[in-house]
């Protein structure tokens, strides 16, 4: 048995388009032998929805087990099971010390280090740890991915630490610090959020510690997980944030007196990249019975020729949009995956592999780190066009109230250059270095799980530079009165001014950009743009 592709991790689905999944969220999820689905993750990781496991799949589970119960008999060494590890693979391991061999090999891995990594990391982690064991694939009993899904169903979130993995034989720390939960070690916070021990966060929620048995320790760490729950939370994040992006610069275009000429369809389809005809088509949308751009429409328009900022706003967008369709892409395939070494074969072998090498994903982190900074670059770009008396077509610089007595928003763009430098160094990939482990024997890892770490910080200040031009843009399109924006930017600009006032004296701006901001990761600027955008 293979495991089965859903519509939502689909080739074709995630060449033409990254799964926003946070807005289907479902109150249940069932694991089983077949793919979770992007939006399965999502539900679980952020929406706390419940998991099930499918009877047929746990019938998979037992047949699997009767093999390695089978080979554990077997007075002849079998890696993973009656053998020790590494160099001592050879080994044979009598039946009264295979428990502690396991449970060993638990404690030893979770050696993370440093800050606490977030929840829903963990539970996206943990998910698809899940997903994997219920594929009958890696030789576990049925009672091991039980109490999986009873953790989860309890929000008990181990604690797992940033840094321990290099991303090669899967995330070993982070699922070890996981596993070492399941056993009633070590830490977790539980529902409320409060540290408590392993034992005590089982004992709570009523969930018997699983006594590891013969493969058991290798199963529950082998895995990409923690890399691909990332990718997944990524482009979810991802999604929301390059439609905002089109958003923000459909609202410069228009406050800085520009021309939506050059989004025509026809123009987009004279290069017929994906990406790009989205990206374009969204800011068309937005722009739809601007009385701005009507007052400066016809012959005598001198905006032909805009800045790059601005009239290439589509190709950057787009080139980020397919950059993302190709990491779905890699996401959905590795959804479908059953990674664990050794594996359990459908005709019955127990084979060692190297599928747990990290680097299908840690490529594509990286690639959306790259994207994500080029974009935040642009918006920055028009973020400091707004402030250019020489550049803002009659707008007062800095957009200040009172000029030489008020900075304006000076200093807010600032901040956004400051975060742009700050995501061009955390394009530089991770997935390029590589130190040698374990003896030599780990001699080429993948630090998927770095370049995952660092493209969430990116992420996080994109959001942060597309909230500051949509500040910035907002008032400008304030002190253009008595002419009006677009409809759907009248709309996002009303809906910063819940946190964000207009035009004025200088105030104390950080809540104001913080305000903003939280508007921005939540989807409400999204939203407030209305229907109908890509």
């Given at each position: 048995m293979t495991r089965a592709q859903t519509p939502s991790t689909d080739p074709l689905t995630a060449s033409t388009a990254f799964v926003s999944a946070a807005r289907n969220a479902t109150a249940s999820v069932t694991v089983g032998t077949a793919a979770l689905s992007f939006a399965d993750v999502i539900a679980v990781a952020r929406h706390n929805a419940r998991v099930t496991l499918d009877p047929s799949s746990l019938d998979e589970v037992a047949v699997t087990?009767?093999?390695?119960?089978?080979?554990?008999?077997?007075p002849e060494p079998h890696y993973g099971i009656s053998t020790g590890f590494g160099a001592l693979a050879t080994?044979?391991?009598?039946?009264?010390?295979?428990?502690?061999?396991q449970a060993s090999l638990v404690r030893s891995h979770a050696a993370g280090s440093g800050p606490e990594v977030e929840r829903e990391v963990v539970r996206a982690l943990m998910l698809l740890r899940l997903s994997t064991l219920m594929t009958g694939r890696t030789g576990i009993r049925s009672a091991a991915a039980e109490t999986y899904a009873a953790v989860l169903n309890a929000q008990i979130t181990p604690v797992v630490h940033e840094y321990g993995s290099l991303g090669c034989s899967g995330d070993l720390a982070p699922l070890a610090h996981c596993a070492l939960v399941v056993m009633g070690e070590g830490q977790a916070r539980d529902a409320t959020?409060?540290?408590?021990?392993?034992?005590?966060?089982?004992?709570?929620?009523?969930?018997?510690?699983?006594?590891?048995?013969?493969?058991?320790?290798?199963?529950?760490?082998?895995?990409?997980?923690?890399?691909?729950?990332?990718?997944?939370?990524?482009?979810?994040?991802?999604?929301?944030?390059?439609?905002?992006?089109?958003?923000?610069?459909?609202?410069?275009?228009?406050?800085?007196?520009?021309?939506?000429?050059?989004?025509?369809?026809?123009?987009?389809?004279?290069?017929?990249?994906?990406?790009?005809?989205?990206?374009?088509?969204?800011?068309?949308?937005?722009?739809?019975?601007?009385?701005?751009?009507?007052?400066?429409?016809?012959?005598?328009?001198?905006?032909?020729?805009d800045a790059y900022s601005l009239r290439c706003a589509p190709q950057v967008h787009g080139?980020?949009?397919?950059?993302?369709?190709?990491?779905?892409?890699?996401?959905?395939?590795?959804?479908a995956s059953a990674i664990d070494n050794p594996v359990v074969t459908v005709d019955g072998r127990v084979c060692s592999n190297g599928n747990f090498h990290g680097a299908?994903?840690?490529?594509?982190?990286?690639?959306?780190?790259?994207?994500?900074?080029?974009?935040?670059?642009?918006?920055?770009?028009?973020?400091?066009?707004?402030?250019?008396?020489?550049?803002?077509?009659?707008?007062?610089?800095?957009?200040?109230?009172?000029?030489?007595?008020?900075?304006?928003?000076?200093?807010?763009?600032?901040?956004?250059?400051?975060?742009?430098?700050?995501?061009?160094?955390?394009?530089?990939?991770?997935?390029?270095?590589?130190?040698?482990s374990s003896a030599m024997q780990e001699d080429h890892v993948s630090m998927g799980w770095h370049a995952a770490r660092k493209l969430r910080r990116s992420l996080d200040g994109l959001g942060r530079v597309l909230a500051i031009e949509i500040m910035?843009?907002?008032?400008?399109?304030?002190?253009?009165?008595?002419?009006?924006?677009a409809a759907a930017t009248t709309a996002v600009r009303d809906l910063g001014r819940t946190v964000a006032a207009g035009p004025g004296h200088d105030r104390f701006l950080s809540p104001e950009i913080d305000g903003v901001v939280t508007l921005v990761a939540s989807g409400a600027v999204r939203s407030a743009a209305g229907p109908g955008l890509a």
């Amino acid at each position: 048995m293979t495991r089965a592709q859903t519509p939502s991790t689909d080739p074709l689905t995630a060449s033409t388009a990254f799964v926003s999944a946070a807005r289907n969220a479902t109150a249940s999820v069932t694991v089983g032998t077949a793919a979770l689905s992007f939006a399965d993750v999502i539900a679980v990781a952020r929406h706390n929805a419940r998991v099930t496991l499918d009877p047929s799949s746990l019938d998979e589970v037992a047949v699997t087990r009767r093999i390695i119960d089978a080979l554990a008999a077997d007075p002849e060494p079998h890696y993973g099971i009656s053998t020790g590890f590494g160099a001592l693979a050879t080994t044979f391991i009598t039946p009264d010390r295979r428990a502690q061999l396991q449970a060993s090999l638990v404690r030893s891995h979770a050696a993370g280090s440093g800050p606490e990594v977030e929840r829903e990391v963990v539970r996206a982690l943990m998910l698809l740890r899940l997903s994997t064991l219920m594929t009958g694939r890696t030789g576990i009993r049925s009672a091991a991915a039980e109490t999986y899904a009873a953790v989860l169903n309890a929000q008990i979130t181990p604690v797992v630490h940033e840094y321990g993995s290099l991303g090669c034989s899967g995330d070993l720390a982070p699922l070890a610090h996981c596993a070492l939960v399941v056993m009633g070690e070590g830490q977790a916070r539980d529902a409320t959020g409060v540290l408590v021990t392993g034992s005590q966060a089982l004992a709570a929620a009523g969930i018997r510690p699983v006594v590891l048995a013969e493969k058991e320790g290798l199963a529950l760490i082998n895995g990409t997980d923690g890399m691909l729950g990332m990718l997944v939370l990524a482009l979810d994040d991802f999604a929301r944030l390059l439609t905002t992006a089109d958003i923000a610069a459909a609202m410069s275009v228009e406050a800085l007196l520009g021309t939506d000429a050059v989004f025509a369809a026809d123009l987009q389809q004279l290069r017929p990249q994906l990406g790009q005809a989205d990206s374009a088509a969204n800011i068309r949308r937005l722009l739809l019975g601007s009385g701005l751009l009507a007052s400066h429409a016809g012959p005598e328009d001198v905006s032909v020729q805009d800045a790059y900022s601005l009239r290439c706003a589509p190709q950057v967008h787009g080139a980020a949009r397919d950059t993302a369709a190709h990491a779905a892409l890699i996401a959905g395939r590795e959804l479908a995956s059953a990674i664990d070494n050794p594996v359990v074969t459908v005709d019955g072998r127990v084979c060692s592999n190297g599928n747990f090498h990290g680097a299908p994903l840690g490529y594509v982190l990286d690639f959306l780190a790259i994207a994500s900074a080029d974009v935040a670059s642009m918006s920055e770009r028009r973020t400091d066009r707004h402030l250019d008396a020489s550049r803002s077509k009659g707008l007062p610089p800095f957009l200040a109230h009172e000029v030489g007595v008020d900075s304006g928003l000076m200093i807010a763009q600032y901040t956004a250059a400051g975060i742009v430098s700050e995501l061009k160094r955390l394009a530089a990939p991770a997935s390029v270095d590589s130190i040698p482990s374990s003896a030599m024997q780990e001699d080429h890892v993948s630090m998927g799980w770095h370049a995952a770490r660092k493209l969430r910080r990116s992420l996080d200040g994109l959001g942060r530079v597309l909230a500051i031009e949509i500040m910035t843009a907002s008032r400008s399109l304030d002190l253009r009165a008595p002419l009006t924006p677009a409809a759907a930017t009248t709309a996002v600009r009303d809906l910063g001014r819940t946190v964000a006032a207009g035009p004025g004296h200088d105030r104390f701006l950080s809540p104001e950009i913080d305000g903003v901001v939280t508007l921005v990761a939540s989807g409400a600027v999204r939203s407030a743009a209305g229907p109908g955008l890509a």
